[in-house]
């Protein structure tokens, strides 16, 4: 059942996405390709160029703040219940989960700014 979800979903987004460019005729499509070599040609800064880059890069930090957000709630979830357990332990728990919650914030902020430069360099 999930992955029929996620196909509809997909073949929704596809036609989603699709529908604009077959909506063109061939004469809007050769009309809108001329003016686009037009305004490469004169290098315009308004230039529409879309390179998806930029949409990449935005979904790549929206991930990664996901992910990160994730992990942190497992860290916190793990750490707190071993401390209960054990609170004998909580000292060294909480120095490891320290240590792990850095590691991960130091991946994650890699990946965030990986992200900003690439969208620094999409052109639109």
């Given at each position: 059942m999930k992955?029929?979800r996620?196909?509809?979903?997909l073949?929704?987004c596809?036609?989603?996405f699709?529908t604009p ?5 061939s004469?809007e499509?050769?009309?809108a390709?001329?003016?686009a ?5 004169a290098k ?7 390179s998806?880059a930029?949409?990449?890069a935005g979904i790549?930090?929206a ?12 860290i ?8 209960a357990?054990?609170p004998?332990?909580?000292p060294r728990?909480?120095?490891?989960m320290?240590i792990i919650?850095?590691?991960?914030e130091g991946?994650?902020?890699?990946s965030l700014?990986v992200c900003?430069?690439?969208s620094?360099?999409?052109?639109f």
């Amino acid at each position: 059942m999930k992955t029929l979800r996620i196909l509809v979903l997909l073949t929704f987004c596809f036609a989603i996405f699709v529908t604009p460019i077959l909506a063109q005729t061939s004469e809007e499509k050769a009309a809108a390709d001329k003016h686009a070599l037009e305004m490469e040609r004169a290098k315009v800064p308004g230039a529409l160029s879309f390179s998806g880059a930029g949409l990449g890069a935005g979904i790549g930090a929206a991930l990664t703040l996901v992910g990160a957000g994730i992990g942190f709630g497992k860290i916190g979830a793990a750490a707190l219940e071993s401390m209960a357990r054990q609170p004998e332990v909580a000292p060294r728990v909480q120095t490891a989960m320290i240590i792990i919650g850095a590691l991960l914030e130091g991946a994650t902020f890699f990946s965030l700014i990986v992200c900003i430069l690439i969208s620094g360099n999409a052109r639109f």
